[in-house]
């Protein structure tokens, strides 16, 4: 892994560290948040979404609950971001770099847990992104795909064009979706999962962060607690 180690904070359970790996040669160092419990099984290497850094609510819930669970993860920034450094809207960096910083952060997870089987994935863009890299190369000694509201189509929109390289994936795949994710239509993203190496979990009345009405008798934490109950028992069975 290439820059220098920051900050690292422990506590009883799960020890924090702030680290910093190249993304590429063209966009620099970036940023990078390893939360790895005492008793770590696994490791998930997890990509924010378009708007979004890692530091994002949303993914520091995750993080926090998977070190609960026994499952260590690797935050990291996309180039755009770490930039832009959470103060405003950057449009996300050209592909080519997006891909290389999901590989590199592969690569900077596996010299900062080297012990620990591998998984990634991401949140929304984050998660399709590790799909396109996965697609195109396999990604190396990891086990499987994550993914937190996969982002079929744009809003209003309903294709499935995003979702086409799906099939080059030789990884098993685990989708974690909402029935109101504006970003994918279930009836279109299950013909794709269907014949491929993948699970498709769904949350009831769940928007694409996963928050849920009132009316349906459920609040975000039960939600939460769920997606994350099932990643955790589907990476451990592939550990």
């Not at 920034?77 to 832009?84: L, N, T």
């Not at 290389?100 to 010299?111: H, I």
């Not at 990891?142 to 809003?155: M, N, S, T």
Request: net charge positive; aromatic share 6%; charged share 25%.
């Amino acid at each position: 892994m290439s820059g220098t180690k920051g900050r690292k904070a422990k506590n009883e359970a799960v020890e924090t560290e702030e680290l910093r790996f190249v993304a590429s040669k063209s966009a620099g160092p970036v940023s990078a948040i390893l939360m790895r419990p005492a008793e770590a099984r696994s490791l998930l290497v997890l990509a924010h979404g378009a708007g979004a850094g890692m530091r994002h609510a949303f993914l520091e819930r995750v993080a926090r609950g998977f070190a609960d669970r026994g499952v260590a993860t690797f935050r990291y920034q996309f180039p755009y971001f770490e930039k832009d450094s959470g103060k405003g809207w950057r449009r996300p960096d050209p592909r080519p770099v997006l891909l290389a910083t999901v590989r590199a952060a592969v690569a900077a997870a596996a010299q900062a847990a080297p012990r620990l089987p591998r998984f990634a994935g991401g949140k929304s863009m984050g998660g399709r992104m590790t799909s396109l890299a996965a697609a195109d190369e396999p990604l190396a000694d990891v086990r499987g795909l994550v993914f937190f509201g996969f982002p079929l189509h744009p809003a209003g929109r309903p294709a499935t064009e995003r979702g086409e390289h799906l099939a080059d994936v030789s990884l098993p795949m685990l989708f974690l979706q909402g029935t109101r994710d504006k970003l994918c239509e279930l009836d279109l993203l299950r013909p794709i999962v269907a014949p491929l190496a993948a699970t498709l979990h769904v949350e009831e009345e769940a928007d694409h962060g996963f928050s849920v009405l009132k009316r349906s008798g459920r609040n975000d934490d039960d939600v939460m607690d769920a997606i994350l109950d099932t990643a955790t028992r589907w990476m451990d069975e592939r550990c």
